[in-house]
């Protein structure tokens, strides 16, 4: 990673400052993305710890580590948000999303600044790709969580149970985008597959709940 600091430090200031100018929905929606690439800022440095004392090369790492790492971290924002403000869920689902949104954001920026901008069918494989299967996982939890939420009993349970579930289809995602040729394509479909059954099939629903 190079200079992660910085390149956070310039997309989150001009957030900040937006922050501060918006009101209700709209400063809403940019805190949450900003607490997404805070979220990515903090799993780059758990993952790159664990990663160390583990002694595990990177390859084992984006299948072990990062995607548990990465996702409990994107799930305590909006777990911190339903319990302590206990919000309407429609509301939590986009915060959810736009904790995606900023995680994903802020780890293709982290991508380019490391690996350059010469290729762009793999920055668009990247951005579609990578960046799908953060908005899928959020689009889990936030669904799951709509549904869980109101039985008491089922929070703890189906929030660990959600989490295993997102961390499964990362890692697999992780998989197969490390591999090359028809493996690699079927991986970077595979999250824009998701997000159409999602807009095809539970859009609807969760509308009308």
Known sequence: MNYIENTYICL??????????????????LIFVLAGMTACLLSAYVSTYLTGIMGIDLAAASYEISPVVEEVMKSLPIL??????????KVAIGCSLMIAVGFATFENVCFLTSYGTSELLN???????????????????????????????LRVVGVFALLCFVITFHAIFNIFVNQS????????????????????????KVRLS
């Open 181 to 204: 040729g028809i493996v690699f394509w079927i991986g970077s479909v595979i999250p824009l597959t998701a997000v159409f059954v999602y807009l095809l099939f539970f859009r609807r």
């Open 80 to 89: 911190f948000f339903l319990l302590v403000f206990e919000p309407d869920k």
């Open 123 to 153: 920055l668009v494989i990247r951005g579609f790709g990578t960046g799908a299967m953060h908005v899928v996982c959020g689009m889990i939890i936030a669904l799951g969580l709509f549904f869980l939420w109101d039985q008491v009993w």
């Open 12 to 29: 989150a200031a001009p957030l900040l400052l937006t922050i501060l100018c918006l009101r209700r929905e709209g400063r809403r929606s």
